[in-house]
């Protein structure tokens, strides 16, 4: 199984919205829904923002929705605050009780 | 509310086998709906899934990493292992464990990490 595909870098201004792909193919993100986006600030351990593609654990804001389309799916945040400031990695089921990560996002807050 | 905590050695020698323990506290560790899984993260670069056990036993890897890893579960006492042989520099990360929830395959709760180094 190979990496996940998505940008290395973002930037937005604080209020605007911003949009990472993570790109798969037919065999992972393109077959399965179970895409999950995990937020990593320095330091620290990844957590958990999106799973199943577009639904939101309790206490994770509202400005953070997921989507997929065909092999790719994204994660934007809207109203850009830089407490938004982070790693962000998609992560998708790849069938076989097997799990395959994104390379990771490097998101900043202008 | 469920805890988890990694233990064991921060610096091994290559061609050695690296044993980490990941102790589970403030829930079930035989809770159906759950795997319990392995994540490292070589310095400055993304995360790769390891492995996960389910508590039955039953365990799946990272075909990449197959050949060297073992992940186990001890229910008795509430704590799963992973075992990675034949190190080299590369395995130099820090290595987290995480709950996977079933349905979702999303890992919703991270042990804080444990760094492993391996150099002679």
């Known amino acids: 199984q190979s990496a996940l595909t998505q940008p290395a870098s973002v930037s937005g201004s604080p209020g605007q919205s911003i949009t990472i792909s993570c790109t798969g193919t037919?065999?992972?993100?393109?077959?399965?829904?179970?895409v999950s986006w995990y937020q990593q600030s320095p330091g620290k351990a990844p957590q958990l923002m999106i799973y199943?593609?577009?639904k939101r654990p309790s206490g994770v804001s509202n400005r953070f929705s997921g989507s997929k389309s065909g092999n790719t799916a994204s994660l934007t945040i809207s109203g850009l605050q830089a407490e938004d400031e982070a790693t962000y990695y998609c992560?998708?089921?790849?069938?076989?009780?097997?799990?395959?990560f994104g390379g990771g996002t490097k998101l900043t807050v202008l | 509310q469920l805890h988890l905590q990694e233990s064991g050695p921060g610096l091994v020698k290559p061609s050695e086998t690296l044993s980490l323990t990941c102790t589970v506290s403030?829930?079930?560790?035989?809770?159906?709906?759950?795997?319990w899984g392995w994540i490292r993260q070589p310095p400055g670069k993304g995360l790769e899934w390891i492995g996960s056990?389910?508590?039955?036993?039953?365990?799946y890897y990272n075909p990449s990493l197959k050949s060297r890893v073992t992940v186990s579960v001890d229910t008795s006492k509430s704590y799963f292992s992973l075992r990675l042989s034949s190190l080299t520099a590369a395995d130099t990360a820090i290595y987290y464990c995480?709950?996977?929830?079933?349905?979702?395959?999303?890992?919703?709760?991270w042990g804080q990490g444990t760094t492993v180094t391996v150099s002679s």
């Open positions: 995480a709950r996977e929830e079933a349905t979702w395959g999303a890992m919703d709760v």
């Open positions: 403030g829930g079930s560790i035989s809770r159906t709906n759950d795997y």
């Open positions: 056990v389910y508590y039955s036993g039953a365990a």
């Open positions: 037919s065999s992972d993100v393109g077959t399965y829904t179970l």
């Open positions: 199943d593609g577009t």
């Open positions: 992560c998708s089921y790849v069938g076989s009780n097997t799990l395959v």
